[in-house]
């Protein structure tokens, strides 16, 4: 029997995913349609002998949380529980602390999987590739090719070409280590938790002789929560790289972080386009008296769409939304119950819950696509802002319950929830 386990971390995490991480959990926020966390779920509902999945994060249970997890279990037929962490502890100290759940049931193996990133996850491949290492090996981690340069901005592993052991771990080193990066997909098995033990106690240990005896309160517990902390990648990767326990799968497939609001919409593009094989339903196609349909596009068929509109490519359209006469959107996602008025063009922009944008109006971001000269790369993060304090050019992000009057423009802009706009803006964020 197999797990799963989902790092969703929670409030204080997925800051820049603001403003919309502001209204829903960003693991919820839906991608093609669906919330990041469904696509995790998804590719483990295809793993034989899979029968539960664990979400641990340090979100208060909330309504949306609680929904989407009974929703999912009827659909996949899988064991789904919400486990939360009473603070941070880490992308490992969770593991740790919720170890008797996930034992339950004697596991052979389980996955762990960050939310906070998307593709096609070859489960089935890393549990065929980690089968094959034998009962030595503890875990193994999913890679994939970056550039030299964005690998910095990872986790880095340096491999033995032959056996595929991981011999050196670096997390997002100052200096080159390899352009094989940590993808945030895991496979181990139960013995990973002998290891999490010592790492637990010694931090126990070390936290103990460093805390001052003067500074120990009468009956106030000196060992405070953050000492059950366990970093994945830098306590316990680090260490077991070269002890003959650590492995990597490297996969080709599409893989990318969701860590800002112009990843959504990238990893939007290629969640659409892994539809054409595996969910050809889910994509809109032309007909006579509908509106026209260019490359991959999502509507939800709650949504009401004007046969004059034209959509796509990478364009989603959630629950509800309006999109009327005249209208052009591609490179988009449009939330929930918004509604696009005649006429209105909306590109490489997120328009948020219940918003709406005017007639002739034109709400226009910038993408931060991979170099598609170079190999490997991946999507860029820029800094927000520039040296001179300007907000760098990205996709436009309308928060909820925006009002976007008639003809203006709205370029490379972040507008904050429940804002009635009054003119045209460029390059700013809207408070
Ligand atoms: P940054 O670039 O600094 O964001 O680091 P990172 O890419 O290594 O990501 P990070 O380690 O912050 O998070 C990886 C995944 O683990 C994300 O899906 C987080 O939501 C999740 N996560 C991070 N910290 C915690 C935590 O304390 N508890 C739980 N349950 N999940 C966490």
Redesign the pocket.
């Known amino acids: 029997m197999l797990k799963a386990i989902i ?4 409030p204080m ?2 800051t ?1 995913f603001r403003p919309l991480s502001l209204e829903l959990p ?2 919820l926020f839906p991608v093609a349609g669906f919330p990041i966390i469904y696509h995790h779920i998804e590719a483990c509902s295809k793993v034989p002998d899979l029968r539960e999945i664990l979400i ?3 979100y208060q249970p909330n309504d949306a949380l609680t929904k989407f997890i009974m929703q999912a279990q009827l659909e996949f037929q899988i064991q789904i529980r919400y486990l939360q ?1 009473y ?5 490992a ?2 593991l740790y602390h919720f170890r008797d759940q996930i034992l339950t049931g004697n596991p052979e193996m389980f996955f762990v999987m ?4 998307c593709g096609d996850f070859p489960l089935l491949d890393m549990l065929k590739f980690h089968r094959e290492r034998g009962p030595g090996a503890y875990g193994t981690i999913l890679g994939t090719e970056a550039t030299r340069q964005q690998s910095l ?3 880095c592993m340096f491999e033995n070409k032959d056996t595929h052991e991981v011999l050196h771990y670096a ?2 080193p100052e200096t080159f280590v390899s352009t094989t990066i940590n993808c ?1 997909i895991y496979l181990f098995t139960p013995h990973i938790f002998k290891t999490l033990e010592v790492t637990f106690k010694k931090n126990l240990e070390d936290n103990y002789n460093f805390c001052d005896i003067n500074s120990r309160v009468p009956g106030f517990d000196f060992l405070t929560p953050s000492k059950e ?1 366990i ?3 830098q306590d316990i990767f680090i260490p077991m790289a070269g002890s003959g326990k650590l492995f990597v799968y490297t996969t080709c497939r599409f893989w990318s ?1 969701i ?1 800002s609001a112009g990843a959504a919409v990238y990893a939007n593009r290629h969640y659409l386009a892994i539809y054409r094989d595996t969910h050809p339903e889910r994509l809109a196609k032309n007909s006579e008296g509908s509106p026209k349909i260019i490359g991959d596009v999502f509507i939800h068929p709650t949504a009401t769409v004007h046969p004059t509109a034209v959509l796509g490519p990478n364009v989603t359209i959630g629950r509800g939304v309006t999109v009327g006469e005249g209208v052009r959107v591609r490179e988009t996602i449009i939330l929930e119950g918004a509604t696009l008025q005649p006429h209105c063009c909306i590109l490489h922009s997120i328009v948020g819950w219940h918003s709406t944008v005017g007639v002739w109006s034109r709400v226009e971001g910038t993408p931060n696509d991979p170099n598609p000269n170079k190999p490997f790369a991946k999507l860029e993060i820029p800094e927000m802002f520039s040296d001179d304090g300007k907000l760098n050019p990205s996709i436009t992000v309308i928060g909820s319950n925006v009002q976007v009057p008639s003809e203006v423009i709205i370029l490379n802009s972040i507008v904050l929830p429940h804002k009635d706009l009054n003119g045209c803006y460029k390059n700013q964020i809207i408070l």
């Open positions: 790092l969703v971390g929670g995490k997925g820049r960003k693991p641990i994060g340090f962490e603070t941070a502890l880490g992308t100290g969770g960050n939310a906070d990133v901005t990872y986790g997390e997002k945030g902390v970093r994945l990648e972080q860590k």
